[in-house]
C-alpha cells in the first residue's frame, strides 16, 4: 500500500483501505482525541476551499499524518453536507479537484492510470508517452474549457482515441474529480453524529457568509437605487407603471438583482409594485430565471450590447458613453465607487486659502 499517495489523493479506494487498514471508522474520527488534528485539518480544507480556491498539500513523512490527511477528507465532507449550500458544494469541490491536478501533473504514469480509473475514465499510455483516452470522455471533460487548445481542431484524436501529454491529461482529470464531489455531495449524516460537527459547522457558516458578502456588488447592501444604470431605471418604472414588461426586460431585472445579492423575497417585493401585479405567475417566472427551480447558477445578467440588441438601453447617460462601459453591473459598480472616492476626500476649506 503506498500511503504516499492515498494521502495525496484521498478519494481512491487505496486511501479507504488505509483507514480501514488502522481502525479509523467515522466514530473515531469524530470523537477520538487521536483524530482531532484530522478534523482541524478538514475544516480547514473547507475554509481554504472559500477562500483560496484550492485546498493545499504538504508533503508528509510519517504514515500517522498520512492517515490524518486521508481522514480529514470525509469530515471536509461532512462538513460541506451538513451546511447543504449549492455555492459551498462548488467551490470545495473545486477546491480540491485543483489540488488533485496540480499533484497529478507531476505523478508518476502509474499514479495517473489509477486516479483516472477511479474518476471513471478509462485511459492508457502510449508508445510516445502520452495519455490516451476515449472520445466521448475527452467531449465530456474537455467540453466546458473555452480556451483554444481544447477546441477539437488542435487535439490528437486517431481511431475514436485522443491523446495529451500529462498536464492536459491532469487538467480533464480536475473536470471529473469536479463532478464527481459535486455529484456525491450531500452525503448523509446520521443525526446523532451532528452534534459533534456543529461547531465546525458553524466556523464555515460564517465564513461561508462572508465570502458571499464580498463577492457581492455591494457588500451584501442590497440594491441602492441611486446607482442603478438609466436602462434598468426605466424598466423598474415601466414595471411601477403598469405597463407590460417583455420577457427580456424581466429577465434583465431578475438577473441584475439577483447578481447584486438579492434574493426571491426582495426581487418579487419590486415586481409587487406594479398595479396589476399577480405573485402566482411572477413566482415560477422569477425562480425559473434565478435556477432555483433546477437547482442550479441561475443566469447571468445582459451585458450592454444583447440590452442594446434586445431594445432595454433606455436614456444612456454619459458614463455609459464611455468606450469600456460594457455592462450594466459594471456601471452600478463605478458609481458605487465614485461615491466611496468622494466620501474619501477632504472637506474644501469654506475660507479658502489663507
Ligand atoms: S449603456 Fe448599458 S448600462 Fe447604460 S443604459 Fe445602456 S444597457 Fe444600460
Redesign the pocket.
Known amino acids: 500500500m503506498d500511503t504516499k499517495r492515498a494521502a495525496r489523493y484521498p478519494f481512491l479506494k487505496e486511501s479507504a483501505e488505509f483507514a480501514e487498514k488502522n481502525s479509523a471508522d467515522l466514530e473515531s474520527l469524530l470523537t477520538s482525541e487521536s483524530y482531532a488534528p484530522a478534523r482541524v485539518r478538514g475544516r480547514e480544507r473547507v475554509l481554504q476551499a472559500l477562500e483560496n480556491y484550492e485546498v493545499s498539500y504538504v508533503e508528509l513523512m510519517t504514515d500517522y499524518d498520512r492517515l490524518i490527511e486521508v481522514m480529514s477528507y470525509p469530515y471536509a465532507r461532512m462538513i460541506v453536507s451538513l451546511i447543504g449550500d449549492r455555492f459551498l458544494t462548488k467551490r470545495y469541490a473545486l477546491a480540491e479537484a485543483v489540488r488533485m491536478n496540480e499533484l497529478l501533473n507531476k505523478e508518476d504514469r502509474e499514479t495517473v492510470l489509477m486516479v483516472s480509473e477511479e474518476l471513471g475514465v478509462s485511459s492508457a499510455v502510449a508508445r510516445d508517452g502520452t495519455i490516451h483516452m476515449n472520445f466521448p470522455d475527452f467531449l465530456r471533460l474537455a467540453s466546458r474549457l473555452n480556451s483554444v487548445e481544447w477546441k477539437l481542431i488542435n487535439s490528437d484524436i486517431h481511431h475514436g482515441v485522443v491523446y495529451l501529454p500529462q498536464d492536459k491529461f491532469s487538467r480533464l482529470m480536475q473536470n471529473a474529480l469536479q463532478d464527481k464531489i459535486e455529484s456525491e455531495l450531500p452525503l448523509m449524516t446520521p443525526d446523532e453524529y451532528k452534534g459533534y460537527l456543529a461547531g465546525d459547522v458553524t466556523a464555515v457558516t460564517m465564513a461561508l457568509a462572508d465570502t458571499k458578502m464580498k463577492m457581492s456588488p455591494t457588500n451584501g447592501e442590497g440594491m441602492k437605487t441611486e446607482f442603478l444604470?438609466?436602462?434598468?431605471v426605466h424598466i423598474l418604472e415601466m414595471s411601477r407603471n403598469g405597463l407590460n414588461l417583455p420577457h427580456s426586460a424581466r429577465f434583465a431585472v431578475v438577473t441584475f438583482l439577483k447578481a447584486l445579492g438579492l434574493g426571491y423575497e426582495d426581487i418579487i417585493k419590486v415586481f409587487a409594485e406594479s398595479p396589476d401585479f399577480d405573485e402566482s405567475k411572477s413566482e415560477y417566472q422569477i425562480k425559473h430565471i434565478m435556477g432555483e427551480l433546477s437547482g442550479g447558477e441561475g443566469y447571468s445578467p445582459p451585458?450592454?450590447k444583447t440590452?442594446?440588441t434586445n431594445g432595454?438601453?433606455?436614456?444612456?447617460?454619459k458614463?455609459?458613453?464611455q468606450e469600456w462601459?460594457?455592462?450594466?453591473l459594471?456601471?452600478y459598480r463605478t458609481k458605487v465607487k465614485d461615491k466611496e472616492r468622494n466620501a474619501q476626500r477632504p472637506p474644501e476649506n469654506p475660507a479658502g486659502p489663507q
Open positions: 444604470p438609466p436602462c434598468l451585458e450592454c440590452m442594446k432595454l438601453c433606455y436614456n444612456p447617460d458614463l455609459c458613453e462601459m460594457n455592462h450594466p459594471k456601471y
